[in-house]
């Protein structure tokens, strides 16, 4: 239903005078003589009678107000619930995908490996790291570590020689298995890698905006016990009680309108006219006559004066406006619990005076408990607030107290902890100097291992090279080699190419033949470089491969 203020047609702002003209229009646009409804027409005199008033306009202006602000808020505070929901169940349902895509293309990234070169292979001896060396035979025991010795080239055992007399020991001993503690720290990293939540969020209904309000507040709640409300329908109270039609009525004997409105027992009543804009006008008048007596009356005035003063100011307007005379009829009742007479105006005075009187008397008691019970509640506050300040020191005593016990308790957990801490670090040093010792001796046992091995080498190929070829030491460029299925030892001429590698010439098995080799190749890669070098040891290689499978042959 529509508020007063759209019932009128007019703004909440508008003057006394926008009032009247927009009741005029509305009340001949919304009669049932005219086309309209009785609902809306109830509306109208409702709406009119209420924001003529002063006090009770404020009073609507309010509650209307409130009524439009509660729905608003709940709304404001229930509008974003249904996109923030959806936005957080959209991250979550992203956030639970990602792992399942991620997992998705690690698969296909494992099994698109195999295709490669194995991860997992174990590169060539000449490639690996001195560090990778020791770190490997480090973990191994003592014969398994001579054993991995005895399945390395010469090559290899010097250079892991070098490393280890060139290294300080203080580093070496540093040196060792570290790939489970890193697998350890990755696998803790990965543990505790992920950790997702997802919340549900409540989606609240908007609430239905209130009905407008319609309720007429009086200004004063002891007159409003005693007077009927105006200018709507009543139909039969809880109590059976009859409630009348107000503001303007028509009379089904002979079509005509009469204007009334109703304050502390009274009805004043205007003259009938099938004039419906007329009476109109008439109703207006009343209703203002009606709002000056209420304003007389708060000035302090009797209610006789009051009325009379209401009654005079409302002829004289209508007068100086030029308005057809008004002649009112004033119908007074007396409600008392066992009855409901007709009283005259006059005899109506007396009992308005001692309402007023009871009422003033009422007023005096109730400040006079009001006082009293001032008194009464600001004792019982001093008293409430002594015992909360007595209560506060307690409380803060025991604050205290227990703030003491609790930094007595964590300096003793404190004091605790670093003993435990020292303790553990005590632990670990000795376990490191432990481990560092054992390293040590490690250490010094594949140094010496690396040496006896060298030297066991060196020893075996002077024998065969005294035997071979009558010397100890092989000249400079030569090195050993075999023939496969072909006995006794072989030498060769060994170059240096300019990228730094090394090639071997042709197996020969006199000595003289293999320096030969050295000098002319040496002469060769000076002169026309690597290319050639290459070309003519695959020369010579065939050559020599040929006089071994002849000499074969011939044997």
């Known amino acids: 239903m529509p508020s007063f203020y759209d019932a009128l047609n007019v703004s909440s702002s508008a003057a006394e005078a926008e009032l009247r003209s927009a009741y005029r229009r509305q009340a001949l646009a919304t009669h049932p003589d005219k086309g309209g409804t009785p609902e809306a027409f109830r509306l109208v005199v409702t709406a009119f009678e209420t924001l003529t008033d002063p006090v009770r306009r404020a009073a609507y202006d309010l509650q209307l107000r409130h009524a439009r602000a509660v729905p608003k808020e709940r709304r404001v505070a229930t509008g974003p619930a249904g996109p923030a929901a959806k936005r957080t169940r959209t991250s979550g349902e992203t956030s639970k995908r990602a792992p399942k895509k991620a997992k998705r293309e690690d698969g296909h990234a494992t099994r698109s490996t195999p295709g490669g070169p194995s991860a997992g292979a174990e590169p060539p001896e000449e490639c690996k790291d001195n560090v990778a060396w020791v770190q490997e035979l480090l973990k191994l025991s003592q014969v398994a570590l ?88 009543r139909n039969c109270d809880q109590s059976g009680e009859r409630k009348l039609l107000r503001g303007i009525c028509r009379n089904k004997r002979d079509s005509s309108y009469q204007a009334s409105v109703y304050f502390k027992g009274v009805g004043a009543y205007s003259q009938s006219t099938v004039d419906l804009n007329k009476i109109i006008d008439l109703h207006i008048s009343l209703v203002r006559m009606r709002q000056r007596f209420y304003e007389h009356l708060a000035a302090g005035r009797s209610c006789r004066e009051a009325l009379s003063d209401a009654v005079t100011e409302m002829h004289s307007n209508r007068a100086a406006s030029q308005s057809s ?110 481990k560092a010792a054992a390293r040590a001796r490690k250490l010094k046992f594949l140094h ?4 006896n091995m060298l030297q066991r080498l060196c020893v075996q190929r002077a024998r065969v090279l005294q035997k071979a070829f009558g010397v100890k030491v092989l000249p400079e460029g030569l090195v050993l080699g075999k023939v496969p299925g072909v006995q006794g030892a072989h030498v060769c001429a060994q170059l240096r190419l300019q990228n730094g590698s090394l090639c071997n010439g042709p197996l020969r098995k006199d000595l003289s033949l293999a320096r030969s080799d050295f000098r002319e190749l040496s002469v060769l890669q000076r002169r026309k470089g690597d290319e050639a070098l290459h070309v003519e040891l695959q020369r010579r290689e065939l050559e020599a491969m040929t006089t071994f499978f002849m000499s074969g042959m011939a044997a």
């Open 146 to 233: 001579r054993a991995r010795l005895q399945a390395m080239t010469e090559e290899v055992l010097r250079r892991l020689l070098e490393f280890l007399e060139s290294c300080d020991q203080s580093a070496l001993a540093t040196v060792g298995p570290s790939c489970s503690a890193g697998s350890a720290g990755s696998a803790g990293s990965a543990g505790s890698g992920s950790a997702c939540s997802s919340s549900e969020s409540e989606e609240l209904s908007e609430a239905e905006p209130a009905e407008p309000l319609l309720a007429i507040c009086a200004a004063d709640a002891d007159e409003e016990a005693n007077e009927v409300n105006e200018g709507e329908a």
């Open 325 to 434: 005379a008004i002649r009112i009829r004033f119908c007074c009742r007396c409600t008392t619990n066992n009855s409901n007479r007709r009283l005259d105006l006059e005899e109506l005075f007396p009992i308005w005076e001692s309402e007023l009187a009871n009422k003033a008397k009422l007023q005096e008691e109730r400040q006079q408990r009001h006082s009293q019970m001032q008194a009464a509640r600001q004792a019982e506050k001093q008293e409430e607030e002594a015992r909360k300040r007595k209560e506060a020191a307690q409380r803060h005593r025991e604050r205290q107290e227990r703030r003491q016990e609790k930094l007595q308790t964590a300096e003793e957990r404190k004091l605790l902890r670093e003993a435990r801490r020292r303790e553990r670090e005590a632990r670990a040093e000795a376990r490191q100097q432990r």
């Open 448 to 451: 010496q291992e690396v040496q």
